[in-house]
DNA sequence: TTTAGCACTCAGCAGGTTAGAGTGCTAACA
DNA sequence: TGTTAGCACTCTAACCTGCTGAGTGCTAAA
């Protein structure tokens, strides 16, 4: 849709205004705090086309206009300037994620309530899944008499384990035994390759304990094979409250009735949109009924390339877009880098 | 302090019309609904002298009365009748433990959900601080030619894990040297046991791998000494804006403020009562000014005997008491009688 | 001691009025 | 032909006003 200079100006203005006072916009104030150096009746003039083409909205006669889906749409496409974080903005982000770097959900936790932090609305991190992979360790521990621990592994640097039930004839020694066996036999082996004819040596081996044997593998093939669940962090619901359109209680409702959704908001963010840029969805383009009066900007984290996961910022439509997507841009990447920082060397 | 016997019945309708309501109470609604065999102006005249003795109060002249925080003791203590739970509601607590035992994050979590869901107000659960153990089993695990991963298994079935930097020299077999050597000298003893003779011993014999030693014996040491950390879970916060007093964005905001700071709630549900029983606070007994318009149920689950956590429901103080408090009641018995079942045989 | 009766109070609502913000149109102007 | 001043018009939000009904407290009679 081609558009005149001075109408794109205009609309600019509305939308400027517009986030930061959540008050309709009349020509007159765009005449006296933008300086375009036309009159409020040209300004009109230019209003009321830009209302016939669907960018803006009137609320009732005699108000303001309110940009539209289409103007933010427009907006966010042509006319938004890239808007960087301040230095003492990046350092911050640097610094938390140099000094809590100790485990992945720790540095999810903080994305979320930096992302939350830095943009004044609901952060949502979606945890990585880091697929299947290779065991490095398994260990069987003796609890008491009936029952025993069964640990793994994973060359990840995850961890499963599972209590398990086992007869009272086997003992620590039994146990330590299996474990070696199982540890020298299938150590580093993935699921696929974890043959058939191999574990008939083992069972052979170790006919003796084949109850155990078979509760073990269990949680071994489990391990290998389960990708890790999706997990939502929400940061900052509370943010929203501070927003005008929250105001109503009503509102409130819908949308905290959404965000206890995990699932629904998983699917929202692991949607559609697999590449590694920033997704911008603007009211109705959230296939979502109740938050269909926000915008969502979300965007994919990696490893080593790979999407494993993504984070994204929930606000109202009138969100401060250019400072969101700087925001959310600047952290999927240092998130990606510490990931890669904390995983170095690790199989995956 | 004495209170004439239709007083009290007065007081009681008043308590259960607000509960019920949440509109202030006249004579003539008391007078219809409760059959008390007196006109409303009799019943006025004894609201007269219940509002001089501070049990009762009125929003403005032409309304009719609320229990005050004073109204509202007197009630739990005195006037309440125990309200057992239907059979219904004690099946579905019983099933949903028993199905759901395996972990104790799920009992915790479960615990939560059922609690907001029986009384339509916010749970709150603190997990369990099952305190110092001793340890079952220590291994190193060699992840790539730096790094090693540390793996404690306690004797109460939990687990801790370390990355560690690993010098180049030390192989994998070495690795099982010196986890079987901490298993076979250390493994059973409490931090107080570790003798530091026993130390040298062992520094001695491993003399060559100091260093990864240290290591291993940091993480050992903190799993041996810290309690397992408070963490809150909390359920049906959702519920609470259905409450009409939480019709007013302001008092949400302060409210969710509030549940978001784990810390504080920590405070509260630990505090002071060590005691097993039920405590019921009301209003500005809770120490809190943001929530001075709630009223809190909490009371400690135990194992063994032994007070280890504590689930309380928060509400308004137009509270339905009897009710929520045999659901916390029934609650807390079930979760003990759930982790006693699920420790059955463990160490602690 | 209880109750009927009555005067009084006050929140909340409905209806009416006003002020002000903002528009669209028209006619004059550059 | 595009821009602007002026003006009539529209509509909301705020304010006032009077009314209604719920509820009270007091008094005097039962």
Redesign the pocket.
Known sequence: MKMDDRKQKVLLAIVHDYIATAE?V????IAKKFRLG?????I??E??DL?EQGYIE?P??????VPSEQGYRYYVDYLMKKHDLSPAEETLIRSEFDIKVKDIGQVIHKTGQLLSQLTHYTAMVLTPSIGTSSFKHIQLVSMNPTQAMVVVVMDNGTLHHRLIEIPESISAEDMETISSVLNAKLRGLTNENIKHTLMKEIYSELARHKHILDLAMELLEESLTKKSEDKIYLGGVFNMLNQPEFHNVEKVKTLLSILEQEKLLCGLMAGEEMDLGITVRIGGEIKNQGIKECSMVTAAYSLKGQRIGSMGVLGPTRMEYAKVISVVDFMTKNLSQALERMMRGLGK
């Open positions: 309709p009349g020509s007159r104030t036309v009159s409020p009746a040209t009109r003039n209003m009321a209302e009137q009732h006669t005699s108000a303001g206009r």
